[in-house]
């Protein structure tokens, strides 16, 4: 039998503000924080070599001052990530002004930011580098930015954009006002002819992702955003595998309160 990786469904949708202006408090405090981390002096190489349970402190190694800047190595704590997060410009991250958090999953916070420079609003998913690692997710967190970029579909929430930061990841996204679960919460119940369309819509979905060899394996409410006609897109890649022909997936994965009995007791 194959690994089991489940999520909890912990993580909550932040109701829109009404303005969107500056948001104040202790949970912005929070995620503002996530800005501030970009600069600090701590470096993440650091952190990655506590990480390998290396008790002694790391040593910068002796410079080799021959050595031109294109020719030095790439430090792991950056090379690990690529070429899915390439490096960017601190310029570009401070083209975006943060407009507000969105929600908060259980491996990324996403904010809703404005990137100046396209005059578009944006989903900005940002997951710390040191919880990939302590998850053993680089492969699964990499394998998300390149099926998100190999696919093109109506009912499927494309990639914008992704990079690193020090310590960050970023998967920028369009930013969708509402998903599946928070507009069922709010109304209560969808009318028949809804219902049919939303499962119609999500059976292309899959039925696209088949054919080209992509599981989602998280497949819930919280995951499916509407654009602002009430068409469905299917967003989440994070636990998705791309299978060669004939291949199958072992792992029992999924969001613990939308898996099935079976898969719960690994049957
Ligand atoms: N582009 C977007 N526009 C608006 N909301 C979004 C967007 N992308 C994600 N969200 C919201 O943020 C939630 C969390 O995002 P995502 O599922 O990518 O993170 P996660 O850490 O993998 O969460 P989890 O594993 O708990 O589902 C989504 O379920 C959705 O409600």
Redesign the pocket.
Known sequence: MGAVSC?????F?VPTPRKCGNIQGPLARGWKSLWCGVGTIRSGLEELWELQGHQEPLRPAPLLLEKTLSEWPVPQFISLFLPEFPMRPVRRQQQLKILGL?????????L?VLDCAQKAV??L?V?PKVKVLQRDTLRQCKE?VSIQRQINHPFI?SLGDSWQGKRHLF?M???????L??LWAAVGCFPEASVRLFAAELVLVLCYLHDLGIIHR?V?M????LDDRGHL?L?????SRHLPQGARAYTICG?LQYMGERAKDGG
């Open positions: 999520r909890q469904r912990q993580h949708r969105v929600a908060k999953g259980s491996f990324g916070t996403v809703k944006f989903a998913k997951v998300e929430h998967i996204c369009s930013y969708y006002c509402t998903d679960y928070s998280d819930k919280e995951n499916i955003l897109k967003t989440d890649f994070g636990l969001t």
